[in-house]
């Protein structure tokens, strides 16, 4: 497929998915601002208009573009290009709420972000339309996304059901035998970790990919779908808000990184209780550290 036909293809979808955040009646904007919204020239653009007039998706009359129904799966034209994996686009998605600090309410532009993980806008949407069932993104009434913020009773009932799931999965992965996987995992969970705290003035940042490493490999253990699920919510508060208190951010992942060290050498060791009395405590510091985060921007 010529690159200019893909392009003409991937801007015709992201019109699409720009419609399908309106309603019917709806007026389109002008040539020149959807073009500079989709990063396309104008004549993609009218090339774009031209097919949604001929499928009946739009009335184009002079200046007048007037939405007539919503788009469908079938209008979608394909794109061959290499897509990242669900996976690959929640570590993109949650790398930048780390790295750049998005605060609640920001608005997420489908079109822009869609770019920057270099997936299509539909894919984008159908991940944050997965997000919202968790009520972590929510769609705006006018079309368009936008991540939320969290309550205190949110934060406190997701930090409780996170410790029944991982106290649980403690229990079962001192039980596994020496030939499981996940005792590769830990004594490398374990290198890792000693290793970012030899060298945590500089990278104390990093902690938090770490920390999701850690959390997730436990959690493996435990077969079950909904713990599956369950996860990217974990990910996305305690990974996402653990970092909004930058006070203390160094001391605060070298004293988790210490917890985990603990958990670690307690599961190796086959000490369950040890395991269960550890892990309790740092999911206690975790919730804490939490709700704290929550406070210091005026959440709570």
Not at 24 to 43: F, H, K, M, N, Y
Not at 252 to 278: C, P, S
């Amino acid at each position: 497929m010529a690159r200019t036909d893909e392009r003409f293809r991937e801007a015709y979808n992201q019109l699409l998915d720009y419609c399908a955040g309106r309603q019917a009646g709806d007026q389109l904007p002008a040539e020149l601002a959807l073009a500079q919204q989709l990063d396309v020239s104008r004549t993609v653009v009218r090339s774009a208009l031209e097919r949604l007039n001929a499928e009946g998706l739009i009335s184009w009359e002079g200046r007048s573009k007037t939405l007539l129904r919503l788009p469908s799966e079938t209008d979608r034209l394909a794109v061959q290009s290499t897509q990242p994996s669900e996976d690959e686009l929640e570590r993109q998605f949650l790398d930048w709420v780390l790295r750049f600090d998005v605060p609640p309410g920001t608005a997420l532009n489908v079109t822009e972000l869609s770019r920057k993980f270099g997936v299509q806008a539909y894919g984008l949407q159908e991940f944050l339309a997965s997000l919202s069932r968790f009520g972590l993104v929510r769609r705006r009434p006018r079309g368009g996304w936008e991540l939320v913020g969290f309550t205190r009773d949110f934060a406190i009932e997701l930090s409780d059901f996170r410790t029944i799931l991982e106290l649980n999965a403690v229990s079962h992965l001192v039980a596994l035998p020496q030939s499981h996987g996940i005792w590769k995992q830990l004594e490398d969970l374990r290198n890792d970790h000693i290793r970012l705290a030899e060298d945590i003035d500089q990278r104390y940042h990093d902690f938090s990919l770490l920390d999701e490493r850690f959390h997730t490999a436990i959690g493996s253990v435990v077969k079950n779908r909904f713990v599956a699920e369950f996860q990217k919510v974990i990910t996305l508060v305690f990974h996402y808000h653990y970092q909004w208190d930058k006070k203390d951010e160094r001391d605060r992942n070298l004293a988790a990184i210490g917890e985990h060290l603990r958990i670690i050498d307690a599961l190796k060791a086959r000490e369950e209780q040890a395991a269960l009395a550890t892990a309790r405590d740092h999911l206690k510091t975790s919730k804490q550290t939490l709700l704290s985060s929550m406070r210091s921007h005026a959440l709570l």
